[in-house]
T-cell receptor
Framework: EAGVAQSPRYKIIEKRQSVAFWCNPI?????LYWYQQILGQGPKLLIQ????????DSQLPKDRFSAERLKGVDSTLKIQPAKLEDSAVYLC???????????FGPGTRLTVL | AQSVTQLGSHVSVSEGALVLLRCNYS??????LFWYVQYPNQGLQLLLK??????LVKGINGFEAEFKKSETSFHLTKPSAHMSDAAEYFC????????????FGAGTILRVKS
């Protein structure tokens, strides 16, 4: 079974630029998550999708971050404009349902200069 | 609100020694508890999970954890450390099955000395 795929693996941008990350979950997994992992911290949930609907985006900085999950499969997370404090690893995870085993992708490491 | 505290951001053990990584949680409902491992430049991999069945949970790579409700703890152990166990370990908590969100601790980096 193929795992969660993410691209790119690494991205370096200047502040105020925009960037997008892509995630392809495990086939058949209805729930998709985006996490932000800042160096030295545990992952923090940004947004949760159930199929193509948003379940929770309460921790997503909506003035600069946006995410979509078209057709309930792939998802894209965008940052525009990026700030220095957005430097982190962005992890995508998916699950098929309770009791909530989430499978994580390798992450995208973003560096904002 | 749920929270997780991992005691010790860094733990160092000798190869062959006992591994003990500590995790305490706070939750207003009976929790589901997880341990994940993260190797450098990789995503998180599930080691084991507690979902209100047996309190002693066995996971992959020889790891196990014991749920102690009275102590609100879910410490991770392995009898004999191997060099390949060197990684960062995260404890996480979630609520009832319908609450699918995980709250992670800050992580513990395990170093294994030869």
């Amino acid at each position: 079974e193929a795992g969660v795929a993410q691209s790119p693996r690494y991205k370096i941008i200047e502040k105020r630029q925009s960037v997008a990350f892509w995630c392809n979950p495990i086939s058949g997994h209805a729930t998709l998550y985006w996490y932000q992992q800042i160096l030295g911290q545990g992952p923090k949930l940004l947004i949760q999708f159930q199929n193509n609907g948003v379940v929770d985006d309460s921790q997503l900085p909506k003035d600069r971050f946006s995410a979509e999950r078209l057709k309930g499969v792939d998802s894209t997370l965008k940052i525009q404009p990026a700030k220095l404090e957005d430097s982190a690893v962005y992890l995508c995870a998916s699950s098929s349902g309770p009791p909530d085993t989430q499978y994580f992708g390798p992450g995208t490491r973003l560096t904002v200069l | 609100a749920q929270s997780v505290t991992q005691l010790g951001s860094h733990v160092s053990v000798s190869e062959g020694a006992l591994v003990l990584l500590r995790c305490n949680y706070s939750s207003s409902v009976p929790p589901y508890l997880f341990w994940y491992v993260q190797y450098p430049n990789q995503g998180l991999q599930l080691l084991l999970k507690y979902t209100s069945a047996a309190t002693l949970v066995k996971g992959i790579n020889g790891f196990e954890a014991e749920f102690k409700k009275s102590e609100t703890s879910f410490h991770l152990t392995k009898p004999s450390a191997h060099m390949s166990d060197a990684a960062e370990y995260f404890c996480a908590v979630s609520g009832v099955p319908s609450e699918t969100q995980l709250v992670f601790g800050a992580g513990t980096i395990l170093r294994v000395k030869s």
